[in-house]
């Protein structure tokens, strides 16, 4: 089982930047896919960006394309997911899972071991 924990979240202003690393514990965090989720209040948790075990191939969603980089330190058992120009409309709990498969790899169902999550707030 890996246990995950984020961090990096903060207040930031429109247009801002920020990264978030999620730490991983366990030995096979270097063959597995990640991804980063992301919940705002009243909302369902949606799929942001997922990197599979050496980083050759990344998805995003649609909303964070250009603007969101995932990538990952296998020796360092670290994923990070680095967010550049942000909206207001970011703002969430970002949560990091591992991939287990059984659905689809943008649907929180195929991910288990969440972390805590981490704050993102955009305002001005």
């Known amino acids: 089982q890996v246990q995950l924990v984020e961090s990096g979240g903060g207040l930031v202003q429109p247009g801002g930047s920020l990264r978030l690393a999620c730490a991983a514990s366990?030995?096979?965090?270097?063959?597995?896919?990640m991804g980063w989720f992301r919940q705002a209040p009243g909302k369902e948790r949606e799929f942001v960006a997922s990197?599979?075990?050496?980083?050759?191939?990344?998805h995003y969603a649609d909303p964070v394309k250009g603007r969101f980089t995932i990538s990952r330190d296998n020796a360092k058992n670290t994923v990070y997911l680095q967010m550049n120009s942000l909206k207001p409309e970011d703002t969430a709990v970002y949560y990091c899972?591992?991939?287990?498969?059984?659905?689809?790899?943008?649907?929180?169902?195929?991910?288990?071991?969440w972390g805590q999550g981490t704050q993102v707030t955009v305002s001005s």
């Open positions: 899972a591992v991939f287990r498969g059984g659905s689809s790899w943008s649907l929180p169902d195929g991910y288990d071991s």
């Open positions: 366990g030995r096979t965090f270097s063959s597995v896919t």
């Open positions: 990197i599979i075990w050496n980083g050759v191939s990344k």
